[in-house]
């Protein structure tokens, strides 16, 4: 286990899981990267490991093997791994789409956070990324808002439940990530709001991951300030 302790993070193949992979390696954690596809720029680091699993799997996620440590330090779980699921109008998105979008970004995150809460050692955090589209209504966008309004919930009862154990899920705002880049390609039919996304890419407006893994690490590191919910943006990191 890395000097800090572990961090177990899922969606690590790019975006957002991958820069708080590599941040919190370079902060002295050890990393446990869960996924279809391992990052190929970190296996040669000796505090990184990886599991394959396809979270959109129910066998796959409940046979999970955590690499607990048995020492009092930190373990972190951060279920980043999600999808935008099909866009349009919601009389057009069918039961595969929706089933899709609810397993990986509410069905699989909730089942790991179970599982880790039951075997992990005292000393735990549980993270999830969550979006400003829980709170505000997306035309085109409906299951995706659903999806994360529900597991904004999930991390308050969790809270609720578990006092004792800081439980947080962050809004990271618009990030430069290819979930980023599905939306700008989506038609306007799919997404009437697709312009504005495309404009602020144009201008430089995004926010970049490293930015909100920096925002992550620190929370991680000093458990405790913030609301269950918060947006990275606040977080002051100097």
């Not at 990267?33 to 990052?39: D, F, Q, S, V």
């Amino acid at each position: 286990m890395g000097a800090k302790g572990q961090i177990i993070i899922t969606g690590v193949s790019s975006g957002i899981g991958l820069a708080i992979a590599k941040l919190a390696l370079e902060t002295g954690f050890s990393v446990q990267g869960i996924g279809r596809n391992e990052p190929k720029e970190l296996t040669s680091n000796p505090y990184w490991f990886f599991t394959t699993a396809d979270l959109s799997q129910e066998n796959e996620v409940e046979d999970i093997p955590f690499k607990l440590a048995a020492d009092p330090l930190p373990t972190v779980l951060i279920n980043n791994a999600g999808t935008l699921g099909a866009m349009g109008q919601a009389k057009t998105i069918d039961w595969n789409d929706t089933n899709e979008c609810m397993t990986l970004n509410v069905t699989a995150p909730m089942r790991l956070t179970a599982r880790f809460m039951s075997l992990s050692q005292e000393s735990k955090q549980v993270f999830f990324t969550g979006s400003g589209a829980a709170e505000y209504p997306i035309n085109g966008w409906s299951s995706y808002c659903a999806s994360k309004a529900a597991i904004h919930m999930y991390a308050e009862v969790l809270a609720q439940e578990n006092p004792s154990v800081p439980i947080h899920a962050f809004t990271p705002g618009k990030v430069d990530t290819p979930m980023q880049a599905q939306i700008r390609a989506a038609s306007k039919e799919d997404f009437p709001g697709v312009e504005h996304f495309r404009e602020e890419y144009a201008d430089g407006l995004l926010v970049k991951p490293e930015a909100v893994a920096k925002a992550v690490l620190h929370v991680v590191q000093n458990p405790g300030e913030q609301p269950v919910v918060f947006p990275t943006s606040q977080i002051t990191t100097v």
